[in-house]
């Protein structure tokens, strides 16, 4: 039952008041005179008259000397059940009352209390059961502790004792189901047993019941046991078999052990077991084996002997074939032999191999089934050789298998093709990179070779890096990478072209300068972002560094250094010293009507890139435009100069 608005008891301290305001009651609430634990405790209201109507009440439950145990505040429509208190073990032996403190909606009070419990105790039992012990009583076999009934309730425990009897002796005790039973000994024979079981609740007085004795407990005695047979044919390394037909022996045993003898009664050293391989000591021979059966609890039987077996006798091989092998012969792979001994009498205990070339020459170390053939081998088949062992019969070689594949190099399976990175242009350079991550297996070394796009070889190219020189200008080149590993044959894989190789070119914007002026330079075909520098010459002055644009081209403005000598001279581009363009220049007193400049590159020095391999193709036209478009420019200032004058 839940209080208004309370999700649990609410323990109120102070007492109710003492008297009635508003009220009109007659009669008294009452709670029943006994009280057990674990059993609610409830106020009864029956018999009495209450005006007005109760809004609101709170019950208090406490002992007989006044202590506070729980209290409940509840509505006046609440089931009274909402108040009940259930003893404890706490309570045991006290006295509780309730004190009732009704409430009206205008503020009515009315305090009174309930009659006193006897003392708060537990109940018994309300029913066991009747034991017994049941079991056959032969050793090893667990006599179990049951009967008819049950305890009502059902109890939190069960202490059950086992007694041995005549001497009342406690053998074993626990609680729960595997305590239930028990299982004799040998120790225990010609003793019967009895269990003393206690039963425990919380809320009730324990209850202790005594069994029935159980059968006296004894030792079995097998029947319906057989005589055992023998299977084999006692060829020498070969086995004998005993059996012992036990469908219809009671019990069925725990164990059956044999004993393996002579035709005079002789006992064989070491055969105890159902198998028995019998020795060149025992040609000629027949045998017979008895059985021992155990189980617990039960007297050993030993069997009478069984027939004789077959004599032993020593065997031949029969029914062999010759060896079968597989295998691509492709180094690196394996060679397998097997062979067939399904029709082979008797299965062979071991069979070993011994692999030849063609010649008869056994390979050296080559004596197992799976042979790895090595690069001496190559270009040769093999065959291999079988030879069969089983204890008691004499070695059987067979004749020689087919012959394999001829031994042979192992192929790549490639990756991707290698790939150009870099400048396809003089001073610039060409990279050949191949990843192998994807090749199988992967080259243990790479070998380069150069070649221009027609297939000529490039003279003295064969690393990974080649620096274009003047005489491949204008020309493509590609390369081609041989992948090497031991056991594979060598593979050749080529990249694809690069663009034309190209040459630095410079121009400036007047050929005739005024000295001391200023005279624009351009350079294109030259290595992108890289710092160029630029001097007059004959007698070499400096111009300054400047550097190039992404596309590989440079344009700069420079002023004719004071006192510079009238006549011809030349701006020559630099990188790192090297000449890699030039172009001429005269210098004059004053203004001279300009020709259209010619462009010059450098005739043998080299020259850096105008695009990188990622552009190839687009560089060239895009410096002929830019050649073009220059000499317009110059063009037409020589013209203005000539009107001027």
Not at 221 to 238: D, H, I, L
Not at 536 to 546: C, D, I, M, Q, V
């Amino acid at each position: 039952m839940v209080a208004a608005a309370l999700a649990v008891p609410v323990l109120l301290l102070g007492a109710a008041p003492a008297t009635a305001a508003g009220f009109a009651v007659t009669g008294a609430p009452s709670i029943a005179s006994s009280a057990w634990v674990g059993t609610p405790l409830s106020v009864s209201f029956d018999g009495m008259t209450i005006t007005p109507a109760v809004d609101s009440y709170r019950v208090s439950w406490h002992w007989s000397d006044g202590t506070l145990r729980a209290a409940y505040e509840l509505r006046g429509t609440d089931p009274v059940v909402g108040a009940s208190y259930t003893p404890s073990t706490t309570d045991l032996g006290k006295s509780l009352y309730a004190d009732v403190l009704l409430r009206g909606a205008n503020g009515e009070l009315y305090a009174t209390g309930t009659n006193l419990t006897g003392a708060v105790a537990l109940r018994g039992f309300d029913d066991a059961p009747t034991l017994a012990v049941t079991g056959s009583g032969v050793v090893g076999e667990p006599l179990t502790v049951g009967g008819t009934g049950a305890w009502s309730p059902a109890p939190d425990d069960v202490q059950y004792v086992w007694h041995r009897y005549p001497v009342d002796a406690v053998v074993a005790s626990g609680t729960g189901p595997a305590a239930a039973t028990y299982v004799p000994t040998v120790d225990d024979i010609g003793s019967t047993f009895y269990v003393v079981a206690t039963a425990s609740r919380w809320d009730r007085v324990d209850n202790t019941q005594t069994s029935t004795a159980s059968t006296t407990v004894h030792l079995g005695s097998f029947a319906g046991v057989e005589r055992p047979t023998v299977t084999g044919t006692g060829v020498v390394g070969s086995s004998f078999t005993a059996t012992l037909d036990v469908t219809g022996t009671t019990p069925a045993p725990a164990s059956v052990d044999f004993q393996w003898y002579r035709t005079d009664g002789t006992p064989v050293a070491g055969a105890t077991s159902a198998t028995f391989t019998p020795g060149l000591d025992l040609l000629g021979e027949p045998l017979y084996v008895v059985a021992t059966l155990r189980a617990p609890g039960h007297q050993d039987f030993v069997t009478l002997g069984s027939d004789y077996s077959a004599t032993v006798s020593p065997g031949s091989f029969e029914g062999v074939a010759r060896p079968v092998v597989t295998g691509s012969g492709v180094l690196g792979t394996s060679f397998t032999a097997t062979l067939d001994v399904t029709g082979t009498t008797p299965a062979p205990a071991s069979v070993d191999f011994q692999w030849y070339r063609t010649d008869g020459t056994p390979v050296a170390g080559a004596t197992s089934a799976t042979f790895t053939p090595g690069l001496d081998l190559v270009g040769q088949p093999l065959y291999v050789v079988a030879t069969l062992r089983a204890p008691g019969h004499h070695t059987y070689v067979t004749l020689g298998s087919d012959y394999t594949r001829t031994v042979s190099l192992a192929s790549f399976a490639p990756g991707a093709a290698p790939v150009l990175t870099g400048h396809h242009v003089l001073t610039g350079t060409l990279t050949a990179t191949l990843d192998t991550s994807a090749w199988t297996p992967r080259p243990q070394s790479l070998t380069y070779r150069w070649f221009l796009a027609d297939g000529t070889p490039v003279a003295g190219e064969t690393g990974a890096t080649l620096r274009p020189t003047a005489a491949l200008v204008g020309e493509s080149v590609y390369v081609e990478v041989t992948a090497h590993a031991e056991g594979y044959q060598p593979y050749v894989i080529a990249s694809a072209p690069s663009g034309k190789i190209a040459a630095a070119t410079a121009a400036v914007s007047q050929p005739v300068v005024v000295t001391g002026s200023t005279v624009t330079v351009e350079v294109w075909g030259l290595l992108p972002d890289t710092d160029y520098a630029l001097e007059l010459h004959s007698t070499p002055a400096a111009l300054g560094t400047f550097r190039s644009s992404s596309q590989g081209v440079l344009r700069a403005t420079v002023a004719l250094p004071a006192g510079t000598a009238l006549g011809a001279h030349s701006v020559v581009v630099l990188l790192d010293g090297a000449e890699v363009a030039r172009v001429g220049i005269t210098v004059t007193a004053t203004g001279v009507a300009p020709t259209v400049p010619v462009a010059t590159a450098a005739p043998t020095a080299p020259a850096a890139a105008t695009a990188a391999l990622a552009t190839t193709g687009a560089g060239d036209a895009t410096a002929l435009l830019a050649v073009v478009a220059l000499l317009l420019v110059v063009g037409t200032a020589a013209a203005r100069v000539g009107a001027r004058r």
